[in-house]
């Protein structure tokens, strides 16, 4: 079983910067390795939920919606299955449950479209203007 707990989220005014963490342990019968992807996703009310940033298990590959590029950078600890979204110059629009996500086998490429498989429970960013 793979447990991904997030914290970090918080209330700021437009422009501040938040930096929300995530570390996951566990993991699926038969498999002894690192988890291959992880990442950032967001879901705002009335919206489905969207990818914001991914990470491959090196930490050397980075992929981010275009909404976020420039101001958020995703991180991941060397050998570690916990990662980090910085989150800078925060807009209204970037308001969202946060939620962390991972995919532990399957392709090598952790790019936002091809999904992931364990979920975290969310932690809560709101930004106001």
């Known amino acids: 079983q793979v447990l991904l707990v997030e914290s970090g989220g918080e209330s700021v005014q437009a422009g501040r910067s938040v930096r929300l963490s995530c570390s996951g342990s566990?993991?699926?019968?038969?498999?002894?390795?690192?988890?291959?992807?992880m990442g950032w996703y967001r879901q705002q009310p009335g919206k489905a939920r969207e990818g914001v940033a991914t990470i491959n298990i090196g930490g050397d590959r980075t992929y981010y919606d275009d909404s976020v590029k420039g101001r958020f950078t995703i991180t991941r600890d060397n050998g570690r299955n916990t990662i980090y979204l910085e989150m800078n110059n925060l807009k209204p629009e970037d308001t969202g449950l946060y939620y962390c996500a991972a995919r532990l086998v399957g392709r090598d490429d952790c790019s936002i479209r091809w999904g992931m498989h364990y979920w975290g429970q969310g932690t809560q960013v709101t930004v106001s203007s």
């Open positions: 566990g993991t699926m019968p038969g498999y002894g390795g690192g988890y291959k992807c």
